[in-house]
C-alpha cells in the first residue's frame, strides 16, 4: 500500500530549504559566506575555509574575525561596517588579505543584502562573495604597463623621424642643402629602425606567450654562423670607435638547433653591448662541449649592479641607472631572449662588473634527435 500522504510543516520546508541552498553555495568556486543582521556568520561554502586559509568557521562566529581585509595603503578595513553600509549591492576590487605565511592575495569581494530563508523568518542578511583576483590584477597592471611603455617607446621614435622629415622637406624647399638632407634622413631611418625592431620583439613575445612558436631543428655551422654576426655588427661598432673581437673554439662542430632564436638571442646580446660601451671592445665567443655550444657576448660598458642583474630577465625592467636611460629601449629584449631560450633548452648566465663590463652567455644543446614541435609557453624563473 502507498504511503500515507504527510503534510511538510514550516520547519520541513525550511530544512528542505536550507539543505539545497547548502547544496548551491558549496557548488560554487568563489567563497560565499551568509551572515545575520549582526554579521555574525551563519553560512559558508568550503571555498570559503580556503581564500580566508582557515581549517573551520564557527556558526555565529562575528564576520570580522575571520575576515580582516586590507587597503591598497596596507591599512585594515571594517569589513563589519562596510557590510552593514551594504544597503544594495555592492563591489570592491581593491582589497587584500594577509596571510599568516607572509603572502597575501588580491581580493573581490561582492556584498548583498538579502532575506535569509531559513531561522526566523524574513530575518535581514547580508551574502558575502569572495575571489581571489590576484592573477587577474597582475594581468591588468601587466597589460597597463605594457600600453604605457610601449605607447612612450613608440612616440619618442616617431616623433623624431618625423621631425627629421619634416626638415628635410624644409631644407630641400629654402636652400637645397643635401648634406643637412642625408643627415636628417639618416636620424629619420635610424629611428624608423628601432620601430621595426620594436614591432619584431612585440610580435616574438606575442607568439612566445600563445605557444605559436615553430622550433626549427637545422644543422649551424657555428664558424660561419658568429662570423656572419660579426659582419653585420661591425659597422656599428667601428661607428663607435669601438673594437670587435671573435673567438671560434677549433673544435667546434655542427650545431642542431634553431638558428633563427640563437641569432636573435645574440643579436640581442650584442645589440645591448653596443648600445652600453662607449669604450674599449665587445667579444663574441663560441666554446664547443661534448653535448652543445656555449656563445657569449662580452663588453667593456657600463656594468650591471647586482641589485638589477636580478632583475634583468624581467618583461619591461630597465635600470635606473641614469646611463642606461641615455638609450631608448623597452626592456622586452632580454625577456624575449629569456623565452626564446627556454624553448631551445638553452641556459642563461650573466657575470657583470658596475662601470667594469659585462658578459652575456647561453649555453645551446645540440637537439639533432629532437623532433620540430610547437612549443608551449615556458615557465619563467628568474
Given at each position: 500500500m502507498p504511503e500515507p500522504y504527510q503534510v511538510k510543516t514550516h520547519d520541513d520546508i525550511s530544512r528542505l530549504e536550507h539543505e539545497r541552498l547548502t547544496s548551491l553555495i558549496n557548488s560554487m568556486a568563489d567563497a560565499v559566506i551568509a551572515v545575520d543582521s549582526n554579521i555574525n556568520v551563519v553560512m559558508y561554502n568550503g571555498a570559503t575555509l580556503n581564500i580566508l586559509d582557515v581549517n573551520t568557521v564557527g556558526v555565529g562566529t562575528p564576520l570580522k574575525d575571520v575576515l580582516q581585509p586590507i587597503d591598497d595603503n596596507d591599512r585594515p578595513v571594517d569589513i563589519s561596517a562596510m557590510v552593514r553600509m551594504a544597503s544594495t549591492p555592492l563591489t570592491d576590487r581593491d582589497l587584500h588579505l594577509h596571510y599568516r605565511d607572509g603572502s597575501d592575495v588580491s581580493l573581490y569581494i561582492s556584498i548583498a543584502p538579502v532575506r535569509l530563508s531559513y531561522g526566523q523568518q524574513g530575518e535581514a542578511g547580508f551574502v558575502v562573495l569572495l575571489r581571489d583576483i590576484t592573477r587577474e590584477k597582475s594581468q591588468e597592471e601587466e597589460r597597463d604597463e605594457f600600453i604605457s611603455v610601449v605607447s612612450h617607446e613608440l612616440r619618442t621614435p616617431v616623433t623624431i623621424a618625423e621631425g627629421n622629415i619634416s626638415n628635410a622637406q624644409y631644407i630641400m624647399e629654402k636652400s637645397r642643402d643635401i648634406e643637412s638632407v642625408k643627415m636628417a634622413l639618416s636620424e629619420a631611418h635610424k629611428q624608423v629602425l628601432f620601430l621595426a625592431d620594436l614591432i619584431n620583439d612585440l610580435a616574438t613575445l606575442s607568439r612566445a606567450e600563445r605557444g605559436k612558436l615553430q622550433v626549427e631543428i637545422e644543422p649551424i655551422n657555428?664558424?660561419?654562423?658568429?662570423?656572419?654576426?660579426?659582419?653585420?655588427?661591425?659597422?656599428?661598432?667601428?661607428?663607435?670607435?669601438l673594437e670587435l673581437h671573435v673567438t671560434l673554439d677549433p673544435h667546434l662542430e655542427l650545431l642542431y638547433s634553431s638558428k633563427l632564436y640563437i641569432r636573435e638571442i645574440l643579436q640581442n646580446f650584442v645589440t645591448n653591448a653596443v648600445k652600453y660601451t662607449e669604450r674599449g671592445h665587445i667579444a663574441i665567443e663560441a666554446v664547443a662541449s661534448p653535448v652543445g655550444v656555449r656563445f657569449s657576448v662580452s663588453d667593456t660598458g657600463i656594468?650591471?649592479?647586482?641589485?638589477?642583474?636580478?632583475?634583468?630577465?624581467?618583461?619591461?625592467?630597465?635600470?635606473e641607472d641614469y646611463r642606461t636611460r641615455k638609450s631608448s629601449g623597452t626592456g622586452l629584449g632580454l625577456y624575449v631572449a629569456l623565452k626564446l631560450s627556454h624553448l631551445i633548452h638553452g641556459e642563461l648566465s650573466l657575470e657583470s662588473t658596475l662601470n667594469t663590463g659585462?658578459?652575456?652567455?647561453?649555453?645551446?644543446?645540440?637537439?639533432?634527435h629532437v623532433t620540430p614541435t610547437t612549443q608551449q609557453p615556458a615557465h619563467l624563473h628568474t
Open positions: 657555428v664558424v660561419e654562423f658568429v662570423q656572419g654576426l660579426q659582419h653585420d655588427y661591425m659597422d656599428q661598432v667601428r661607428a663607435k670607435g656594468g650591471i649592479s647586482t641589485a638589477d642583474q636580478k632583475r634583468v630577465y624581467e618583461k619591461f625592467f630597465r635600470s659585462s658578459t652575456f652567455s647561453i649555453f645551446v644543446p645540440s637537439l639533432e
